[in-house]
């Protein structure tokens, strides 16, 4: 399975955008990058998913590098609640193998 | 919809017990996923099932493991005997086809002492 490197943590003010990077550098042609996040003393929770092209929803974007090796999740204005560990993930077949995550502290 | 079901919400056992979780998935989603968290290992998917029948087990620790799936609305994930070191949060995921936005529920805490 290709595997995704994350930071352990970071860190950002409410109200300010969020980068969290990931680095898949062995990621193959028909591998979806996901990114999930969790909140405290929940299950993980769907943020957004793409291939090749950038991608939009209500919750965040997904910023995919030209040579699908990197991407970006971007929340535009981070709030208390967005406080979670982020997961990036690749799909290879159908398996999510989840690793360690970035946990996001967001400061009022 | 309601969303993932996991009972119960919590567990706590003697070491040796047999301890039985369950899991009700979306109505539709036809894929069902086993996870397994602790502080130590992360998530870990324990197996997967697709129509019902279990395509993936290998992450299933050992043989007292053991995962089923009568119908597309139920499964059970059955530890026999249980053991200290089975303690963890056990997630249900579902979704519909292979893999898309998997849905958790809210996961059973198990502690065995």
């Known amino acids: 399975d290709a595997k995704t490197t994350q930071p352990n943590s970071m860190e950002s003010n409410e109200e300010e955008p969020v980068h969290l990077p990931c680095n898949h550098s062995?990621?193959?042609?028909?591998?979806?990058i996901h990114w999930y996040r969790q909140l405290p003393s929940q299950g993980p929770e769907y943020v957004i998913h793409g291939l090749t092209s950038n991608v939009n929803n209500r919750m965040a974007s997904l910023a995919i590098a030209e040579d699908r090796k990197s991407s970006t999740l971007i929340l535009h204005r981070a709030t208390l609640r967005d406080a979670a560990v982020y997961y990036c993930?690749?799909?290879?077949?159908?398996?999510?193998?989840f690793g360690s995550g970035t946990r996001l502290l967001v400061r009022p | 919809d309601a969303g993932v079901i996991q009972s119960p919400r919590h567990e706590v056992t003697e070491m040796g017990q047999e301890v039985t979780l369950r899991c009700k998935p979306i109505?539709?989603?036809?894929?069902l996923f086993w996870y397994r968290q602790t502080m130590m290992r992360g998530l870990e998917l324990l197996i997967y099932?697709?129509?019902?029948?279990?395509?993936?087990d290998s992450g299933m620790p050992e043989d007292r493991f053991s995962a089923k799936m009568p119908n597309a609305s139920f499964s059970t994930l059955k530890i026999q005997p249980s053991e200290p070191r089975d303690s963890a949060v056990y997630f249900c995921?579902?979704?519909?086809?292979?893999?898309?936005?998997?849905?958790f529920g809210e996961g059973s805490r198990l502690t065995v002492l």
């Open positions: 995921a579902s979704t519909r086809g292979t893999v898309g936005e998997l849905f």
């Open positions: 099932f697709n129509n019902n029948v279990p395509i993936d």
């Open positions: 993930i690749l799909d290879s077949s159908y398996k999510l193998i």
């Open positions: 062995t990621i193959s042609g028909t591998d979806y």
């Open positions: 109505s539709g989603h036809n894929s």
